[in-house]
């Protein structure tokens, strides 16, 4: 991990907590594989990176599923936290901080600040209400919004619910969040989603439930500061976790550089939660004082035939497993290449060999072992140098396709778009490739035995190392593991530096095995 300069700017970005009811599904990984190639490409350009992943813990989906199988919340919980980690680790994740909601003090003081706040600013209100209410979503709707009677998301029937709450006046910010979201001084990536967001405003806001009775929770949540049969509602202690994360509780310094004096506060986040990132969380926000989010990054969701992948479906395929299976690097470059960022997209395994074969062991190991494998043969494992003199056009092309490359991934990545980012950086695998056939090495080795000058071949040959290099450094925000691995076989000290004359490479080995041949 690079370590930013004295005088970096401050970014923060966090991933939605996932719900723990139940084991993470490849749709988990794909959003935090974005979310960790945002915060790594800002950890390179310089920016001094605060990255958030968390677990949502105290939703009433997950006293449900601890019910069903006979076990306390908290060990439910605290198991299925564990597989989270397990799978974070597994992808490789460069996230500097964890945050639990069930136990983590940080949270639980930071909620009750916000929730007071809140309160201060005159914004809570209790009042008694019936409503259709679900709990997969842990949300309430309309009549209007169900379809045939059922929950757009989950499919099932909404419970109806009848209590006294706690209420949030989202009505009095109605033309505030209209403002700031249409002039995207809260920027809602694609337009897409800023758009439906606009609208679902347009139509008027009302003020939503924040609390439920402790016995409607089983007793399972943070407490309501003053009123201890009250709980609060999940979306004002989940989504406070992006600053309670911070210390907001204690105005630490955490929560004074990376929230209150960050120039990008960014938020990745699936479709199905839009709404309460993109209105409730900012509304709070303004109510207690504090900045908004400045981006809210919104992918759609993993689908295996056309059907929205979930644990209640039961068409979940697990990362773990598949991250066990081909490696952590595979699985990332399958989600961030062939996934669009922002629409909805088939999972595949069958894709995922595609893309592994053709791009991972065919284009880039093959380039890797070839120029590997030419060096030493050729010039005893060490990088020769470029030998001016002996420069042609085609290296100078070479050149210009790393220099229009790499600003294009500079501007995929300003508009949160790996996918093409990582087009970008194969032209210059296969440009790369097509120059080993054009200038033929081995040809000219065979020239050079004959008596022809050296200046040659040593120039191709240390064209490919400083390619490859460049290669690396901009592999490294999507594929760590990778990146690592080219720079090791090239002998570097570190990513992205340039192969200097007299610079041993290590011996030649497939980074990408071929799965059919184990």
Known sequence: MTTPAADSQPYFIAQAIPYVNGRPHVGHALEAVLADAYARFHRQVGDDVFFLSGSDENSLKNVQAAEAM?????????????????????????????????????????????????????????????????????????????????????????????????FFRLSRYQEQLHDLIASDELRIVPKERKNEVLRFIEAGLEDFSI???????????????????????????????????LDYANDG?????????????????????????????PAMLLSAGLPMPTHVVVHGYLKIDGQKMSKSLGNVVDPLAVAGE???????????????????????????????????????????????????????GVVPGVRPEASEPIEDELVQVIAVASARVNLAMGEYNPQEALAAIWDIVSRANAYVEVTAPWQLAKLEKDGAPAGRLDTVLTALAITLSRIAFLLEPFLPETSRKITDQLGGSSVGAAPTPGQRVAEPKPIFPRFDDA
Not at 230 to 241: E, G, H, P, R, T
């Open 70 to 166: 006979g076990i306390p919340t908290q060990e439910l919980v605290d198991r299925n936290v564990q597989v989270f980690q397990e799978l974070y680790a597994a992808l490789d994740l460069s996230n500097d901080d964890f945050i639990r909601t069930s136990v983590d003090p940080r949270h639980i003081e930071g909620a009750k600040k916000i929730w007071e706040a809140m309160v201060a600013a005159g914004d809570v209100y209790t009042k008694s209400y019936s409503g259709l209410y679900c709990v997969g979503c842990e949300q309430f709707y309309t009549q209007d919004e169900l379809v045939e009677g059922r929950c757009p998301e989950h499919g099932t029937v909404p419970e109806l619910v009848e209590e006294a709450n706690a």
């Open 211 to 245: 609390s439920r009775s402790r016995e409607r929770a089983h007793g399972w949540g943070i407490a309501v500061p003053d009123d201890p049969g009250q709980v609060m509602y999940v979306w004002v202690d989940a989504l406070s976790n992006y600053i309670t994360a």
């Open 253 to 281: 310094d955490a929560f004074a550089r990376y929230w209150l004096g960050s120039r990008e506060r960014v938020q990745v986040i699936g479709k199905g939660i839009l709404r309460f990132h993109a209105i409730y969380w």
């Open 326 to 380: 081909y490696g952590a690097d595979p699985l990332r470059y399958y989600l961030l290449r062939d996934i669009s960022p922002f629409n909805d997209g088939d999972f595949s395994v069958d894709k995922l060999l595609g893309r592994y074969r053709a791009d991972l062991a065919n284009d880039l190991g093959n380039l890797l072992n070839r120029t590997v494998s030419m060096l030493q043969r050729y010039r005893d």
